[in-house]
């Protein structure tokens, strides 16, 4: 099985490229942090095994609407789910994914990354052959502030952790002036606080359509 040590910062690099393309006015919200921290793991501790795809992905890109203009999707799922989902966005309408992600994973963290790390560099390379053209939306990893499980040993596991903050996605003001007008949300569970707390403020200029519990709509098996 490959590790890390077989990808260049080059190759890494055009992984990031490959997944940004696309995004257009969305772009300066798509972070490069899992990137870097990809870089982090190349002394050869991960190996890169792209965890399948789950029929979870597949149901869900077939469940969505036809994307509209002026209108903004917002996305906040697991991060594997999520990349899978972005893969067959971009396979079957061309769209891109801002990764809204501001956490740096770490093999001794309780976000340790390796599931996402993998599916960002290998799908990256198949995305580098695809066309970008569709539009783009922004994508958040509901994992930032998983719940910690009870055999969890707080004092050896880096809790890094982290909420959405105010840079992490756009502003009202930044949204009008791209022309958008209406959101739709999608959430796998509850609406996360953070979530809620931005999709309440961008209500105040906004039409917003918010649907959570993707879990039990699309499949938890998934």
Not at 112 to 138: S, W
Not at 157 to 174: C, G, H, I, K, M
């Amino acid at each position: 099985m490959p590790t890390l040590r077989a990808w260049p910062e080059a190759r890494i690099l055009d992984a990031m490229r490959a997944w940004r393309r696309g995004c257009g006015p969305l772009e300066p919200w798509f972070r490069a942090t899992p990137f870097a921290a990809a870089n982090h793991y190349r002394d050869g501790a991960l190996a890169i095994a792209c965890p399948a795809e789950p029929p979870a992905a597949r149901r869900l890109a077939a469940s969505l609407p036809r994307p509209a203009r002026g209108t903004l999707w917002i996305f906040d799922l697991p991060g594997p789910l999520g990349l899978w989902l972005t893969w067959e966005l971009r396979r079957r309408r061309g769209l891109s994914a801002a990764l809204a992600w501001n956490g740096w994973y770490d093999p001794r963290g309780l976000l340790d990354g390796r599931a996402e790390i993998a599916l960002l560099l290998t799908l990256g390379r198949r995305l580098g052959r695809m066309p970008a053209g569709g539009g783009g939306y922004l994508l958040f990893d509901s994992h930032r502030q998983r719940e910690l499980t009870g055999d969890t040993d707080k004092a050896r596991v880096l809790d890094n952790r982290y909420t959405l903050n105010e840079e992490d996605a756009p502003s009202l003001e930044q949204l009008g002036a791209i022309g958008i007008k209406r959101v739709r949300a999608w959430s796998w569970r509850e609406t996360a606080e953070d979530v809620k707390a931005y999709l309440d403020y961008l209500g105040r200029g906004l039409h917003m359509t918010i649907t959570a519990g993707l879990a039990m709509e699309i499949g938890a098996h998934g």
